[in-house]
């Protein structure tokens, strides 16, 4: 079944999981952030080790669809930054930066190609 956001949002998510692929196990849902006035989180669960268990992706269900993908592909960016680099101090940091850059191309890759 499609989310939310439909087909359009569901296909960015698994082009996501195939040309940005995590080894953590990654839940993406779209909930009612109002309250918490956010676009999205991501949530890094750790092991009793420190080690990352799994991530999940909030995005809140009341924006437009490309605000949406946007805030997908922020937030897929910091899964990204915290597996390879680590929980960061700084949220954006530069290594953070390079992430949602190769997730920008992901996206803009699939846009130029023609629908199927
Ligand atoms: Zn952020």
């Known amino acids: 079944m499609a989310s939310r956001y439909g087909k359009k949002f569901d296909r960015v998510l698994r082009q996501l999981r195939k040309e940005c692929p995590l080894k953590t196990p990654m839940k993406v849902l779209t909930k009612d952030l109002g309250k918490e006035k956010l676009c999205g989180c ?44 680590g929980i960061p101090v700084e949220p954006h940091r530069n290594t953070w930066g390079e992430m949602y850059a190769r997730v920008w191309r992901v996206y803009t890759n699939m846009a130029s190609d023609p629908m199927p």
């Open 42 to 85: 991501c949530y890094a669960y750790l092991k009793p080790n420190g080690k990352i268990d799994h991530f999940v992706i909030e995005v809140d269900r009341n924006m437009g669809l490309l605000t949406a993908v946007d805030t997908l592909l922020h937030e897929w960016a910091h899964a990204m930054d915290k597996e390879a680099n």
